[in-house]
């Protein structure tokens, strides 16, 4: 069974970087036709897909947040990161690593259980 | 891309059926068979619970369900449980590779 992790900074001061991981157990972050996404939740407001990465490398991203948005893999430590610069108040959220589905890639089949990030100084 | 809508909240007693409508547009709901359901517990992953509009992964209740007509979408619940009780969002393909979801729902089991 598949398992996902988020870890990262609890609070970043505004316009710095955010930057998130999400370790992967329970299977290879290289193998399969798999998208490692990420996804966030502002308190009080909905789900927000931020955006994804193949393992292949190549990215879709919101187009909202593309300007400031860097997904990457680390294949040697089957991890995925989040990087969102120039960070404000409206970016904190409860921020949420996923997979695709090994049959299809547009949803969301296995999530982490998120982790709160606070934008403040 | 705005938000998918979605009620707020709504509730029922064990036993009940409920269903939690999921308006878009015909820009994303309307244009793909591709609604998928999650539910959120506090402090626990999202679980996937129903995908491709009204099917249902391996392991989650056939007490829920997926339906779809036009630019909206629902879940409906049947024979409600205590353990039903979380939030649950919609989600949709909105083409050129990018997703929407709904605002989400919190379901109260009375």
């Known amino acids: 069974q598949v398992q996902l992790q988020e870890s990262g900074p609890g609070l970043v001061k505004p316009s710095q970087t955010l930057s998130l991981t999400c370790t992967v157990s329970?299977?290879?972050?290289?193998?399969?036709?798999?998208?490692w996404s990420w996804i966030r939740q502002p308190a009080g407001k909905g789900l927000e897909w931020i955006g994804r990465?193949?393992?292949?490398?190549?990215?879709n991203y919101n187009p909202s947040l593309k300007s400031r948005v860097t997904i990457s893999l680390d294949t040697s430590k089957n991890q995925f990161s989040l990087k969102l610069s120039s960070v404000t108040a409206a970016d904190t959220a409860v921020y949420y690593c996923a997979r695709s589905s090994e049959y299809s890639t547009y949803y969301f089949e296995y999530w982490g259980q998120g982790t709160l990030v606070t934008v403040s100084s | 891309q705005s938000a998918l809508t979605q009620p707020a909240s709504v509730s029922g007693s064990p036993g009940q059926s409920i269903t939690i409508s999921c308006t878009g547009t015909s820009s994303d709901v309307g244009s793909y068979s591709l609604v998928s359901w999650y539910q959120l517990h506090p402090g626990k992953a999202p679980k996937l619970m129903i995908y491709e509009d009204n099917r249902r992964p391996s392991g989650v209740s056939k007490r829920f369900s997926g339906s779809k007509s036009g630019n909206t979408a629902s879940l409906t619940i049947s024979g409600l449980q205590a353990e039903d009780e979380a939030d649950y969002y919609c989600c949709s393909y909105a083409g050129s590779y990018s997703w929407v979801f709904g605002g989400g729902t919190k379901l109260t089991v009375l």
């Open positions: 990465m193949f393992t292949s490398g190549s990215t």
């Open positions: 329970g299977g290879s972050i290289s193998s399969g036709t798999y998208y």
